[in-house]
């Protein structure tokens, strides 16, 4: 006896009484990964329509990141009259090519404005898609969710197919699918230490949270590293002396590479001539309640996520998101 | 009369220990190698995944899961015990009586052969 209706990926699918939504699609020979059906694996998230009440059992054990985005267990949600999963990528949006400022010769700053909102959060990203040939690539968002227009950081890739096309495309469209991603501030903790560290672009994301800190009041440590191997690579560094000044709680620090050339201009004092890792493992020795961000480059996130977690972090806390370069077809 | 699962304190008590772990099983270098996976995420859901097991927790996994999920690996009775041997250890951090830790070795023990592929 039919009691509710499943909807997934467009599709709906009848749900018999007290059937979880893993039960049903099962049932309706749809292949959802799945292991010990106990909710403790999680071999069988899913996401739920953003705004979606989920039961507190079908969020149990996952990361609060996920559970702000609608993540849950399949196998510990019972199915609800009209309840809608499956990949959120569709519906995507419009936004159009507003402002584009270069930050130095490599990353252009791109300015869109969306149609309409996407429900992004601040460190999330989105897939940028070029509508002539449907061309896709991933960047994240370092504006704030109320700020009018989304901003990217597009680093320009040699011969790239989409980012020296995005650094000239004022006036143009493009589609926007998302939000995805975990690098979210986390909004009941304002007195958490946070450790937002990154290499290249990966400092749009951490700007996005640290912004998102900041403005909510943020009480605890906010810990901002930004490393390049050459002075060209701290692309924001200005700015974020700015904000360094600004906010008394913003602790900022550059990396910069043992053979950068000489500088002695804006925040000097604060740039420290040491690659980031053994930078930030001479600096921080116990990382137990920080919130640890590591964007950019994924052989330097991956390393610092070990040494965050080895460090007392909890894993829940820590919210990689390494930059993988498109593969290339 | 409680469950040994019970009596730990539940998924909260698998939720301390399963982080204390799983540090010491990545640098542990008898069986690190096992556990330094790129996908931490992932390793600590079997992570957790185990110890509720091992906890006598609710859990679907058979011995052929057990079975299946460690083939091809040439696991050894060292790794086994080392594997014991932190899991000890963990449960003594959080200060387990000793004859709960003994529940609890019993248990995971008792996958021994499915695990090692024997």
Known sequence: M????????????????????LECLLRHDVAVPSSCRAG??????????????????????????LRQTGHFL??????????????????????????????????????????????????????????????????????????ALLELH????????????????????????????????????LDAPLLLAGTGTGLAPLLGVAREALARGHRGRVVLVHGSLDLDGLYLWRELCGLERE????????????DAGPYAGVGAELLRRELIEPLLRAELKKLAGWHVYLCGSPAVVKSLKRWAFLAGAALDHIHADPFEPAASV | MSTLYERLGGEAAVDAAVDLFYRKVLVDERISQFFDTVDMDAQRAKQKA?????????????????RAAHRGMNLTQEHFDAVMENLGATLAELQVPAEWIAEAAGIAASVKADVLGH
């Not at chain 1, 039919?2 to 939504?21: D, G, I, K, M, N």
């Not at chain 1, 096309?165 to 493009?174: H, I, P, Q, S, Y």
């Not at chain 1, 906010?247 to 043992?258: A, D, K, R």
Request: with cysteine; net charge negative.
């Open chain 1, 2 to 21: 039919t009691v509710a209706t499943l909807r997934f990926q467009e599709q709906a699918f009848e749900a018999e009484e007290s059937e979880t939504v």
């Open chain 1, 40 to 65: 403790v694996c999680q071999s069988c998230m899913m996401q739920a329509e953003p705004g979606t009440a989920l039961p507190e059992r079908a969020q149990r054990g996952l990361r609060p990141s």
């Open chain 1, 74 to 147: 399949a196998c510990q949600c019972p199915v609800v009259e009209g309840l809608q999963v499956g990949s959120f990528e569709q519906p995507s949006c419009s936004a159009t090519v507003e402002v584009v400022r270069w930050a130095s010769e490599r990353v252009a700053r791109v300015w869109l404005r969306p149609e309409r909102g996407l429900g992004q959060l601040p460190g999330q990203f989105v897939n940028v898609v070029r509508p002539s040939d449907g061309t896709a690539r991933s960047y994240s968002v370092a504006s704030r969710s109320d700020d």
């Open chain 1, 154 to 189: 597009v680093a320009q890739v040699p011969d790239g197919k989409l980012s020296p096309w995005l650094a000239r495309a004022v006036g143009e469209t493009v589609t926007l699918r998302g939000p995805h991603g975990d690098c979210v501030y986390p909004e009941d903790d």
């Open chain 1, 247 to 258: 906010y008394p709680q913003l602790e900022l620090i550059g990396s910069v590479g043992p």
């Open chain 2, 50 to 66: 185990f110890l509720t097991f091992a906890f006598g927790g609710p859990s679907a996994y058979s011995g052929k899961d057990m």
